[in-house]
């Protein structure tokens, strides 16, 4: 094979790494831009340039130092998008404490594990959200977490943390924010796992503040912008290409609300005058289908990002014309790498940019591999995406046996996708060898919930699929197989997952089999439980879509 074709692609770039950590960079940029807005979070009413975030977050980081937080100690935070997440985020890497991000949606086995895995000293907390008692489930979790010896929920204790580093010296802080590196590890975010638990992926400053600024960089922001981040800070697309895209760049954070809402998402970038906007297809889908769509003011937009699950060419098509967004990118990549590994420009030609995830980003390498043979593939032809470089995590935290399995001698992270790199090197995702599920940009692994539905007294055997769906990419669907003599209707199942799972893993759509489908050789074959599943749920226009 000519090695001049492989699928290989290097992003070599003129503009160095950031050799600094998150606090240092955070410094930087309050110097450069003091009085410029730093954070807007509407649904608080909350304004604060960059010289008052700078000081919010000494202020909560003297308060943390005041309870005994440690560098490496994990501090928890459990909460919607408030700006006091924001403030947390820059906090705690201030002082070299390892944030760990919890899902807004977890139930009670959720997060105790989160929480117990992670060994969380210090949980910060929301006493709610939506209907979901936060305050009710720590308390229920908490006896046995030894480990977790202080809790603080933000409604009723956020002010008394901040009061207490009064009496923490200013020099304290400094002389622990010398002993940092940026490879020391900061962040923690939970990834579901094919073995039925979530792997937390660890990320150093150096991982999430140079991929949150090259993201920014290949949107050309500036602190004359300001960036709508309606996605959840809990993931990487919120709290590293959104909130670190932002401050290494001086731009302004725009948050809507606490959790995605169209039309509050809409009215924001028209009031606040947004330049860039960010979301998961199914966001910018809802925005476009909105009554009210045409009522708004969207001529202040010029780029964003779409990411999170394959976007529909239609859907991009029309967030460039419809939404002013004419320097949209779409971006590709796991929390494993912190996330992004390729990204279209904004000056890439239309068709590139909707029916592709775009090249290599700057300081790292992607090629496209055999997946039996590890060998790289020819330019064009399908196989595994590879990404290697500062983005790829440290590991997974206190489980070096599933690292070791993502993560190979070569320093290579093996994604799982399978995709294609063309004569340009613009990659193209066109599957996934493992049979992970992404619906609405939320990453499910059937396994998971698979031996959740093992746990259920008339569930002989449960098998997860992903369906085809015109609004969230794709759907849950499980085929179960009942115990002899059992019975079981779709509203005890669901029933029998609420309030231990997260909404979004919890199926769509149930069927109860005899059998399933099998190789000769005992073998679940889950690509005829989906071909099945198009037929008899009639989802033939949604697995026809298109998508990059």
């Known amino acids: 094979m000519n090695v001049a074709r492989a699928s290989y692609s290097h992003g070599t770039s003129k503009t160095p790494l950031l050799g600094e950590t998150i606090g240092e960079n955070l410094r930087r940029t ?21 010289r008052e975030l700078w000081d919010m977050t000494t202020k909560l980081a003297l308060g943390l130092l005041a309870h005994g937080v440690q560098k490496g100690d994990r501090v928890g935070i459990w909460s919607p998008n408030r700006y006091e997440w924001v403030v947390i985020q820059y906090a705690t890497a201030r002082i070299g404490a390892i944030l760990v991000n919890i899902n807004p949606a977890y139930k009670t086995a959720e997060l105790a594990y989160a929480l117990g895995q992670s060994g969380v000293s210090v949980l910060i907390f929301a006493a709610q959200f939506k209907k979901t008692d936060y305050r009710a489930i720590v308390q229920s979790v908490r006896a046995g977490l030894p480990l977790l010896t202080k809790c603080f929920v933000l409604e009723d204790d956020y002010q008394a943390l901040l009061n207490a580093g009064e009496n923490v010296r200013l020099s304290d802080l400094e002389a622990r924010e010398q002993s940092l590196s940026f490879d020391d590890p900061i962040n923690i975010q939970y ?36 960036v709508c981040v309606p996605v959840p800070f809990y993931h990487c697309f919120g709290m590293v290409m959104g909130n670190l895209g932002a401050t290494t760049h001086g731009s302004t ?66 967030v460039q014309s419809r ?19 390729t990204q279209s420009a904004v000056d890439d030609p239309i068709q590139r940019r909707v029916s592709t995830v775009g090249r290599v980003h700057p ?45 190979d001698p070569a320093g290579w992270m093996h994604t799982g996708d399978l995709g294609t790199m063309d004569n ?3 990659v193209n995702i066109v599957g996934r060898i493992k049979d992970m599920i992404i619906r609405g940009g939320e990453n499910i692994y059937p396994r998971e919930i698979e031996e959740f539905l093992h746990t ?7 098998q997860v699929i992903g369906v085809p ?51 000769v050789t005992g073998k679940i074959q889950k690509y005829k439980m989906r071909e099945i599943a198009i037929s008899e749920l009639g989802l033939e226009k949604a697995a026809a879509t298109e998508t990059a």
């Open 469 to 519: 769906s015109a609004k969230y990419g794709e759907e849950v669907m499980a085929w179960i197989r009942l115990r002899p003599g059992m019975t079981v209707d779709e509203l005890g199942l669901i029933t029998y997952f609420t309030g231990q799972i997260a909404s979004y893993k919890i199926p769509r759509y149930f069927r109860i089999v005899d059998e399933f489908p099998m190789t």
């Open 253 to 318: 954070i725009v948050v809507p609300a606490e959790a995605f809402d169209p039309f509050v998402t809409l009215s924001t970038v028209q009031e606040e005058k947004c330049t860039a906007l960010y979301g998961v297809p199914t966001m910018f889908i809802a925005e476009l289908d909105h009554p009210q769509f045409n009522e708004f003011k969207l001529d202040s937009l010029r780029t964003g990002i779409m990411a999170g699950s394959p976007c529909p060419v239609e859907v991009m098509r029309q």
């Open 323 to 341: 939404m002013h967004m004419g320097e949209v990118t779409i971006c590709y990549g796991m929390t494993e790498t912190s996330p992004v590994s």
């Open 363 to 407: 300081h790292v390498e992607v090629k496209i591999v055999n997946p039996s043979t590890g060998q790289t593939v020819p330019r064009g032809e399908r196989g595994e995406v590879c990404t290697r470089g500062y983005s790829v995590m440290l590991g997974y935290w206190n489980n070096e046996k599933a690292a070791a399995e993502a993560i």
């Open 424 to 426: 340009d090197g613009y």
């Open 30 to 50: 309050m110097e450069r831009v003091g009085d410029r807005e730093a954070l807007v979070v509407r649904s608080q009413t909350f304004r604060a340039t960059y």
């Open 191 to 226: 990834t579901s796992g094919t073995t039925g638990f979530p792997k937390g992926a660890t990320l150093s400053h150096h991982n999430v503040l140079n991929n949150g600024f090259f993201v920014g960089e290949a949107l050309k922001l500036t602190e004359n912008d300001r």
């Open 456 to 462: 259920h007294p008339a569930v002989s055997e449960a």
